[in-house]
């Protein structure tokens, strides 16, 4: 199971790393890649933001470690992993 879930990781890695790959290198970008790169500058902007460590993300996101954590202690206690 932690092999496929491991190649599927990969092969996003990989499929995103070969989309922004670019034969002139970024030297003289076409303007279908000028306009692809202002949109994902400005979603990555909104995504760091939403992202933003505040009062309420950091306790939510420990949370859901701590939760996680005692899963996987449980699940290997019991032989399941």
Partial sequence: MMNFIFMILLFFLLAIGFMYAVSSEGHNPT?????????LRRKWRRFKKVLAI????APFVG???LIFALILI???MEGLI
């Fill in 31 to 39: 303007p279908r890649q000028i306009k692809n790169r202002i949109i």
């Fill in 63 to 65: 949370g859901l470690i």
């Fill in 54 to 57: 505040d009062e309420v993300l």
């Fill in 74 to 76: 449980t699940f290997r």
